[in-house]
Nanobody
Framework: QLQLVESGGGLGQPGGSLRLSCAAS?????MAWFRQAPGKEREGVSC????????VYADSVKGRFTISVDNAETTVYMQMNSMQPEDAATYYC?????????????????????WGQGSQVTVSS
C-alpha cells in the first residue's frame, strides 16, 4: 500500500502562482498530477519519472507548470505559474509503483492505482 497526502492549493490570482505538494509513504516509479473541474473529465496535467526526473506535460500547461520531485523521491511538487481561470480545478496527485522498463511516465489516469485526496485550486481576482 502507498499513501499520498497533498498540501498547498487554495486561491490564486490570474497571472499568479501556487504550489502543490504531495508526500508519498514510500518510493514510486512515477508520480503525476491530474485535475478535474466541475462537469469535466479528469485531465492529466504532468508526470515525472522518479529516478531521473524525466517529465511529461499536457499542452495546456507547458511552459507554465513545473513538476519536480525531492531528493528522497517521495514528495512531488507542482509549481503553477501564470495561472489562468481555466486552471481552476481539484488537483489530484497519483503514484505508479510498477516498473516502467525504460518508458516515460504517462498522464493517463488508468496507469495509476494510488491517489491523493485532492486539493482545490481556485483562480480568481
Amino acid at each position: 500500500q502507498l499513501q499520498l497526502v497533498e498540501s498547498g492549493g487554495g486561491l490564486g490570482q490570474p497571472g499568479g502562482s501556487l504550489r502543490l505538494s504531495c508526500a508519498a509513504s514510500r518510493f514510486s516509479s512515477a508520480m503525476a498530477w491530474f485535475r478535474q473541474a466541475p462537469g469535466k473529465e479528469r485531465e492529466g496535467v504532468s508526470c515525472i519519472r522518479s529516478r531521473d526526473g524525466r517529465t511529461v506535460y499536457a499542452d495546456s500547461v507547458k511552459g507554465r507548470f513545473t513538476i519536480s520531485v525531492d531528493n528522497a523521491e517521495t514528495t512531488v511538487y507542482m509549481q503553477m505559474n501564470s495561472m489562468q481561470p481555466e486552471d481552476a480545478a481539484t488537483y489530484y496527485c497519483a503514484a505508479d509503483t510498477r516498473i516502467l522498463f525504460g518508458r516515460l511516465c504517462t498522464i493517463s489516469a488508468s496507469r495509476y492505482v494510488y491517489w491523493g485526496q485532492g486539493s482545490q485550486v481556485t483562480v480568481s481576482s
